[in-house]
């Protein structure tokens, strides 16, 4: 999914970097799974994020819950972008590359 001009449009990624196998710690599966079977649509081609009413969240939607939810969590200046530092820091501490 890319927004362009304002538009959400299903495609494949840009460039090939933005395919690939990725890999997801084995603690969190549970998570996932609870997730996919709670809030994801059905199947294998399914959408993993999807709003209340069905539709694909935009990312100002996304920014606005978000904000709020970190303002509920008591960390108000954390961005979203942040979790990624986050977990190159993580991954880091496990001897992972930063390509890992």
Known sequence: ???V?????VTTPKTAAGRGVIAIPEVIVPELRSH???FAELGPDGR?????????????NFHIVWRQ????AGVPELY???LRHT???LAATTGASLRE
């Not at 001009?5 to 449009?9: E, L, S």
């Not at 993993?48 to 100002?60: H, L, N, Q, V």
């Open 69 to 72: 939810a970190a303002a509920a």
């Open 36 to 38: 996919l079977s709670e």
């Open 48 to 60: 993993a994020f999807i709003g209340p009413k069905g539709a694909t969240p935009t990312r100002t």
């Open 1 to 3: 999914m890319q927004q």
């Open 5 to 9: 001009k304002g538009k959400q449009i």
């Open 87 to 89: 977990g190159a820091t």
């Open 80 to 82: 979203s972008h942040d």
